[in-house]
């Protein structure tokens, strides 16, 4: 069975960085997509944040492009969100998604508050 699970979230002051992990188990996942989902706090939807295609190629919201940088360690089954110029509009739990075809499995989310 697919689990995800996220760490690396916290309270970080506007302008500041976090790391974000998402460790994979029960499979080898290299050659599915995974990425990275936020929802806001009172925001019904959750919204794409970066994710990397079965082929490696990387794929970034506007409004994280030159802030965050997506990447995957095959060998340790993870996948990393590097963010930095953090904003307080950031704020958000990140979830993390791993697509096998139709399937899609979710780990339960890393909260990240940012204010001074």
């Known amino acids: 069975q697919v689990q995800l699970v996220e760490s690396g979230g916290g309270l970080v002051q506007p302008g500041r960085s976090l790391r974000l992990s998402c460790a994979a188990s029960?499979?080898?996942?290299?050659?599915?997509?995974m990425g990275w989902y936020r929802q806001a706090p009172g925001k019904q939807h959750r919204e794409l944040v970066a994710?990397?295609?079965?082929?490696?190629?990387?794929n970034y919201a506007d409004f994280v492009k030159g802030r965050f940088t997506i990447s995957r360690d095959g060998a340790k089954n993870k996948v990393y969100l590097q963010m930095d110029s953090l904003m307080p509009e950031d704020a958000a739990v990140y979830l993390c998604?791993?697509?096998?075809?139709?399937?899609?499995?979710w780990g339960r989310g890393t909260q990240v508050t940012v204010s001074s």
């Open positions: 998604y791993l697509a096998m075809g139709t399937q899609t499995h």
């Open positions: 029960g499979m080898i996942f290299n050659t599915y997509p």
């Open positions: 994710n990397i295609g079965s082929s490696g190629s990387l």
